[in-house]
């Protein structure tokens, strides 16, 4: 089975900019969730969907927006980027979305914004 | 609101000496437990997990015993390799926050040949 894919890995963009990334689940997995990896936060949750809708949006300004699509695919928007946007952005996703179950997370999208 | 605590690292030990690497929560619910492994360049992977309290869980050679009492749930290896660097982070997931995971700030493991 294949794993969990994040599109573009990496991306180079200018402040002001926006960017969206793309995140495909393992086959079957109904929830995808997102985080910002940072050196100085360590890992931030960003927001979660199940089923297209969103369940869970942690504490990140609105510039920072996310969809799920009928095929539990996922994307990922931030708008006016600002340097300190620059971080690890993963992907997980996992089949019913509830606490105990696993989660599967993909090899992530490195943001540098210049 | 949760939270996860890790040691201080990074922590560096020679092949085959013994591993501990403490963890310990706050929830306000009932919190599944999970130890991911993050080599470089990649994303993370689960190592083991918990889901209820005084569960085991362990995975290639790895062990973390979910402690209520303590609100711990500490990751011990007996013997490690070189294989075993890597950034190791522990996390929770509160019963009603879905899948949301509260990580740790990770520890950095290099083991020496």
């Known amino acids: 089975k294949a794993g969990v894919t994040q599109t573009p890995r990496y991306l180079i963009k200018t402040r002001g900019q926006q960017v969206t990334l793309s995140c495909s689940p393992i086959s079957g997995h109904r929830s995808v969730s997102w985080y910002q990896q940072t050196p100085g936060q360590g890992l931030q949750f960003l927001f979660e969907?199940?089923?297209?809708?969103?369940?869970n949006k942690g504490n990140f300004p609105g510039r920072f927006s996310g969809r799920q699509f009928s095929n539990s695919r996922s994307e990922m928007n931030v708008s006016t980027l600002e340097l300190g946007d620059s971080a690890l952005y993963l992907c997980?996703?996992?089949?019913?979305?509830?606490?105990?179950?696993?989660?599967?997370f993909g090899p992530g999208t490195r943001l540098t914004v210049l | 609101g949760d939270s996860v605590t890790q040691m201080e690292g990074p922590v560096t030990l020679s092949e085959e000496a013994f591993l501990t690497i403490n963890c310990t929560y706050t929830a306000t619910g009932y919190p599944s437990l999970f130890w991911y492994v993050q080599y470089p360049g990649e994303g993370l992977q689960l190592l083991l997990k918990a889901t209820k309290a005084d569960d085991k869980g362990s995975n290639k050679g790895f062990e973390a015993t979910y402690r209520k009492e303590t609100t711990s749930f500490h990751l011990e290896k007996g013997s490690v390799q070189v294989s075993d660097s890597a950034v190791y982070f522990c996390?929770?997931?509160?019963?009603?926050?879905?899948?949301?995971?509260?990580f740790g700030k990770g520890i950095t493991l290099s083991v020496r040949p």
């Open positions: 969907y199940f089923s297209e809708t969103q369940r």
């Open positions: 997980a996703s996992s089949f019913g979305g509830s606490s105990t179950d696993t989660q599967y």
């Open positions: 996390a929770l997931s509160d019963l009603g926050a879905n899948s949301k995971l509260t």
